[in-house]
């Protein structure tokens, strides 16, 4: 695995738009080689009601999605917050990738819910172990709404430099995985996978 100063982070929710964009961004901003990605079959964005998402494939635009937000209601989607969610993503990256159709080795992979968690593990033990490469999958659940998405992406970006500043990431993380589960009476999930 290489150095923990030079490790790949992948950070993964639902549909590569609030939680993981959000800990892409502060992560970025810290210096990290960091990608976001969703596991979903479409992105979803919150609609006028609950039973009324706004559906798009994976590969749509950030900013074409910012486009028909403020055609459809501009007010809405100003008044909850999606259309900052938008231009935030469209000022990091073109589009939402699914990780599933991604062939980049990373070294650490944080997903932001149990269920994607699972959905990642899932494609690892799909994948071939060719390369025989380890990966650490971790998982922090995040509630998908701005304000956790904001203090999920500050605890991802605590754990990433307590890695970045270990000497050994696979000999460490289980500490790190300790310290961060007492300071913030959470438990995390974490597992190893290969590429």
């Not at 995040?142 to 970006?157: F, K, R, S, V």
Request: net charge negative; with cysteine.
């Amino acid at each position: 695995m290489s150095s923990p100063t030079k490790m790949k982070i992948a950070v993964v929710c639902s549909s590569n738009q609030n939680r993981s964009m959000e800990a892409h961004k502060v992560l970025m901003r810290k210096g990290f080689d960091v990608q976001s990605f969703g596991t979903g079959t479409h992105v979803r964005i919150p609609g006028p009601a609950a039973d009324q998402p706004n559906v798009f494939p994976f590969g749509t635009t950030y900013d074409e999605m910012y486009k028909k937000l403020v055609a459809a209601d501009k007010d809405l989607y100003t008044r909850n917050g999606m259309l900052n969610m938008l231009d935030r993503n469209r000022r990091i990256k073109d589009h939402p990738e699914r990780f599933q159709e991604s062939n980049i080795v990373f070294d650490l992979v944080i997903t932001c819910e149990e269920r994607i968690y699972d959905h990642v593990v899932e494609d690892m033990e799909r994948r071939s172990s060719a390369l025989a490469r380890p990966t650490h999958i971790l998982n922090i659940d995040i509630a998908d709404n701005h304000e956790d998405a904001m203090l999920g992406a500050i605890l991802i970006c605590e754990i990433c430099e307590m890695l970045r500043d270990s000497d050994d990431l696979d000999d460490d993380i289980e500490r790190v995985i300790q310290e961060i589960e007492a300071e913030n009476d959470r438990s995390l999930l974490h597992t190893v996978a290969f590429y």
